[in-house]
């Protein structure tokens, strides 16, 4: 099984650990729960190393990319990120990734770690002339560190410079070394940043952080009313978060028969682009209107929706039948709104916030409701304000 060069790290800290796609990856730390909260309050640490590192490079490569994901990366200037994806040829979703553009010709492309070698093969073949596409994840880590205290424990454990940093901003990380760069972006939700960067130079970073676990950040508090600084969190937590947030699971939300207008992230498919993998699909698709769609949907009551549970429409009690009318695809209880929440792929009529469903739960119908996604959304004001609930 593979293992990152934190893995020492997490069993010294007691971690949990699970097989993640062929990765030995921590599950948590102290609880699931805990270390939802510690994201949404002060700050949460991620090992994320497990992905992969993709380095694009050379006088084409702006051009080999943009011909390659469904976002318009041409309007990505030098020091910023996109997040979209890769497409075949029938518009279907090969992966999701973000794109950071490190220099003038240079980009590194962050993917999912069980579509590491299937991306690199896709976009070395496709590379234009004058490319160069090299697997930068040997010998290398990522760091995630969520939580709007994030910024505070950065700059007080690493001595980073972030003051002006905005969202998707990319600077380099010199403190951590050569080819070390630190990202305002991450999966949860909440605000955060991600460090890529050698694996000697992450180790230090890790452990650094982690001293802070004890010290307050400012006079935020944890679940239990502890004084809190940064908290290690392990994949339980990064699945709630990320749901919460209304962030979808490649895998599990998406994959190669799924295109980004069914996934509804139209949002990333730029048509207007001259020409791109997919786009002829996407293009036929959009004109006729998708018949399946990717819907949020909470229960005020219940259990929890997981993979595969039926959803239903219709009006029995009307006199009406009732019909299958999709699947989840993701689900989950979120601790900040206090109830289950979920996705999953509906009849595109039904995908309309305010719809009602029916979610199969062992062999029971519990009532849903189509909502507007991200479930939850950050604020502004006191983030010690999250009020956390436990699963009833």
């Known amino acids: 099984m593979n293992r990152t060069a934190l893995h020492p790290e997490h069993l010294k800290l007691g971690a949990k650990m699970t097989d993640f796609n062929g990765w030995d990856m ?3 730390y102290t609880s699931i729960l805990e270390e939802h909260a510690a994201v949404r309050r002060t ?13 694009v490079s050379g006088a084409s490569a702006m051009q080999s990319v943009n011909e390659l994901v469904v976002s318009d990366v041409a309007q990505v200037g030098e020091g910023r990120a996109c ?3 890769l497409t075949n040829e029938r518009g279907g979703i090969l992966d999701d990734i973000i794109v950071y553009r490190v220099g003038a010709q240079e980009w590194l492309v962050i993917v999912n770690c069980a579509n590491r070698a299937k991306d ?3 976009l070395t073949r496709h590379r234009r002339p004058g ?14 560190i969520q939580g709007p205290k994030s910024a505070e424990a950065l700059e007080r454990a690493l001595e980073l410079k972030l003051s002006g940093m905005g969202r998707f901003d990319v600077i380099p990380a010199a403190p ?3 080819q070390a760069w630190v990202a305002r972006t991450g999966y949860t939700g909440s605000d955060g940043f991600e460090l890529f960067l050698p694996d000697a130079q992450a180790v230090r970073a890790w452990q650094r952080l982690i001293e802070q676990r004890q010290a307050p950040l400012e006079r935020t508090t944890s679940l239990t009313g502890q004084a809190s600084g940064v908290m290690p969190v392990g994949l339980g937590a990064r699945d709630t978060l990320r749901l919460e947030a209304g962030l979808r699971l490649y895998g599990t939300d998406m994959d190669e028969a799924t295109t980004p207008l069914e996934a509804d992230l139209g949002w990333t498919v730029a048509l207007h682009k001259a020409s791109f993998l997919g786009k002829e699909a996407l293009v036929r698709q959009h004109a006729a209107g998708v018949s399946r769609r990717l819907a949020g949907f909470e229960m005020s009551q219940g259990p929890v929706p997981r993979h595969g549970c039926a959803l239903w429409a219709g009006t029995p009690a009307a006199g009406g039948t009732s019909r299958q009318v999709g699947q989840v695809t993701s689900g989950t209880f979120s601790p900040v709104l206090g109830k289950p929440i979920g996705m999953g792929y509906v009849e595109a009529a039904l995908a309309k916030p305010g719809t009602a469903l029916e979610v199969d739960i062992r062999l029971k119908r519990h009532p849903a409701t189509v909502v507007k996604m991200p479930f939850w959304r950050k604020t502004n004001g006191d983030p010690s304000g999250v009020t ?3 699963v009833a």
């Not at 490319?131 to 995630?144: C, H, K, M, P, Y």
């Open 26 to 28: 921590p599950l948590y």
């Open 43 to 55: 700050a949460g640490l991620f090992d994320i190393s497990h992905m992969g590192q993709v380095w």
């Open 83 to 85: 997040y979209t994806m």
């Open 120 to 122: 690199l093969e896709w």
């Open 131 to 144: 490319t160069e596409v090299r697997d930068l994840s040997q010998g290398r880590a990522i760091l995630a």
């Open 176 to 178: 951590l070394g050569r």
């Open 388 to 390: 956390l609930h436990q």
